[in-house]
């Protein structure tokens, strides 16, 4: 079966530090890749996406990149964190359009 | 833009029947339309998904209008644990074979026992 994970699942980072968050998928090969970003009693956001290694998509332009270095790892970036970046952050795959996304558990960004 | 528009919340008995409504005017021709919901601090759970024709699974039901501007989530007898906030998404195609899941703010549903 297949599993995503996310790591950290909570992180607090002062402002204008760097981040990396990391997603990485087992079970399946060549998966589309997904970030999503959620703010305190919001729906989701998508940030970027992927449909293979260094394919990115930008949905949103702002103050963070991502990057697919390997088939099943999806990383979230940014030089320098400000206080709008704090959420919920949330990495999905799915295997083609027509079929579901599945979620990891997040990870809980705080900028103070 | 895609919009789907939901009530902020419903209430419901356990083991009764919960309709969840879901305006989406704008939607496009090849937009899917989509249900997830979520629990407090876990990423959203898939439901059900559909683009014209009404779709059943083990979970729940989808009805879609006939007009695709509007549709219905159908929990056939609700349990305490489907309380939750129910998105309704409409999925428009990105770039090659994927799909960018567009979130309302979603109804968060009250089980009670």
């Known amino acids: 079966s297949q599993t995503i994970h996310q790591w950290p699942a909570t992180l607090v980072q002062p402002v204008g530090s760097p981040l990396s968050l990391e997603c990485t998928v087992e079970?399946?090969?060549?998966?589309?890749l997904y970030w999503y970003r959620q703010a305190a009693g919001r729906g989701l956001q998508l940030l970027f996406y992927?449909?293979?290694?260094?394919?990115i998509s930008s949905e949103v332009p702002q103050n963070l990149s991502a990057s697919r270095p390997q088939d099943r790892q999806f990383i979230l970036s940014s030089k320098k964190l400000l206080l709008s970046d704090s959420g919920f952050y949330l990495c999905?795959?799915?295997?083609?359009?027509?079929?579901?996304?599945?979620f990891g558990d997040g990870t809980r960004l705080s900028i103070l | 833009d895609a919009k789907t528009t939901q009530p902020n919340s419903m209430e419901s008995n356990e083991e009764e029947p919960v309709h969840l409504p879901c305006n989406h005017s704008t939607i496009s021709g090849t937009d899917y339309i989509h249900w997830y919901r979520q629990l407090p601090s876990q990423g959203p759970e898939y439901v059900i998904h559909g683009l014209t024709s009404n779709v059943n699974n083990r979970m729940a039901s989808l009805a879609i209008a006939e007009d695709r501007k509007s549709s219905t989530l159908i929990l056939h007898r609700a349990t305490l644990r489907d309380a939750a906030v129910y998105y309704c998404?409409?999925?428009?195609?990105?770039?090659?074979?994927?799909?960018?899941?567009?979130f309302g703010t979603g109804t968060r549903l009250q089980v009670f026992p």
């Open positions: 992927s449909v293979g290694i260094g394919q």
């Open positions: 999905a795959w799915s295997r083609q359009r027509d079929q579901p996304q599945h």
């Open positions: 998404i409409l999925a428009r195609a990105g770039v090659k074979n994927t799909d960018k899941l567009i």
């Open positions: 079970g399946t090969s060549n998966p589309n």
